[in-house]
C-alpha cells in the first residue's frame, strides 16, 4: 500500500528491489534455509545494485539516500518472508554507527567495504547471562598500553557467522555503571575472536544467528567507537532506529498475508462454497484488513517522524510492540484459514508466522518496550 511518504523515486526504486530479491534471493532461498545462512556473493551483488547503506552519503560509498528508501527494501524483503540477508542489520544499524559515532579514519576504512558487500557485520550486545539489562554485560575490554584486550561472550549475534566486522558492547570500567560501557569494532580475523555454533532457531532459518568469543582479542585502542564509555548512551540513542525497522517488517508481513489469505479463500472450498463465502471468514478478513490499516497509518505516522528527526524513544517502543503483538496475532489469524495447509512450509504463511515470533523478543522485548512506555507516563 503505498501513502504519501512513499513518493515516485521510491516506487522506482522499489521495482529495482523486487527485480533484485526476485533474480538474485528467491532462486537460492531455499537452501539458504538447509545452509542456515546465505552465500557471500548476494551480499556482493547487492552492493554492486547500489542496495546497501542506502541512507549513508556518497562520500563514503553509500546512496545517500533518505530512510525511506531503507524501508522499501525492508517491506519487499518481508513480503516475501525473506529474513535473510541480513542486509536491514548491516546498513540500517550498523553502518548507521559507524557513520555516526566513527572517526573519519573509521568512516572511511569501513563505510565504503560494508556499501560493497565486502565486508559484512554484525553487532553484539547481548550475552548468555544478559540481554535486556544491557548495563549488566559482563564482556571487558581493557586497557594494555596502545591496545584493548577483549574477553568475553556473546550470543544470539545475527550475522555472527559471517561478520568480517562486529561492534562489540564492552565494559572498559568495571566500577562507572553505563559510563563504562564503549562500543568496540572488532576484525573477526583478530587472534582469539572465535565463532560458536550457528545457532539453531524455530525460524528465520537461512540467518545465521551465532555465538561469539574473545578469548585475549587485541585491537587497536583506536578500534573505540565514539569515545570510552559513551557506549551506552550510543546504544540508546540507535535502538529507536532498530525499533522503526522492525516495526516496518511486521507492518509489511501482516498486509502480505491478508493478500495470501483471501487469494487462499477465494480458491479453496469446503461444503460447496468457497471458504471466502463463509461468514467467519469474511469477519475474521474483515478485522484483519481494519487492523493492518490501522497499523500502517501509525507506522507511516513513525516514518515520518524519523525522517523529520522527530522519532521519540517513547514512540518508536509503542510502535515496536504494538505492530509486534498484533503481527503475531493476525499471522495466527490467517494461518488458521489456510487448515493443514497453513502448517506447510510450501505456503508463505508458514514460514511468515514462524519467522515472526522473535519480533517480539529481539531488539527490546515487548515487556522491555512497554517499560519505557510506562516510564514516560510516570518520569
Ligand atoms: C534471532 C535473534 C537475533 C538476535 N540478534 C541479536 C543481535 O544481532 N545482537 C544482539 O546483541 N542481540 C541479538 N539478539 C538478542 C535479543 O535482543 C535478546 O534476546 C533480547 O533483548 C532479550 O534478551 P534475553 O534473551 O537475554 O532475555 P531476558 O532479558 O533474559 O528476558 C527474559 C524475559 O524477561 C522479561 N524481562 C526482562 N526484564 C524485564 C523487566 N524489567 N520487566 C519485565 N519483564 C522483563 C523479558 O521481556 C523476557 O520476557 C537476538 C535474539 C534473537 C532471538
Redesign the pocket.
Known sequence: MATSIFKQEHELFRRTVQSFLDSEVAPHYERWEGDGQVGRDVWHKAGEQGLLLTDIPAAYGGAGADFIYSAVIIEEMAKRVFAAPGFR?HSDIVAPYIFNYGSEEQKRTWLPKMAKGQVIT?????EPG????LQSIRTTARRNGNELVLNGQ?T???NGGLADLVIVAAKTSASAGAKGMSLVLVETDRAGFKRGKNLK?IG?HAQD?AELFLEDVRVPAGNILGGEGSGFAHLMDQLPRERLLVAIDAVAIMEAALGWTVEYTRERRAFGKPLAELQNTRFKLAEVKTEVTVARVFLDHCLKLFVQGELDATTAAMSKWWLTELDNKLLDTCLQLFGGYGYMLEYPIARAYADAR?RR????????MK?LVARSLFS
Open positions: 542489520l554484525a553487532i553484539a550486545m547481548t544478559t540481554g535486556s539489562d556473546k544470539f549475534i545475527t532457531k528465520q544467528t522473535v523478543i529481539y531488539a527490546g522485548t515487548t515487556e522491555i517499560e
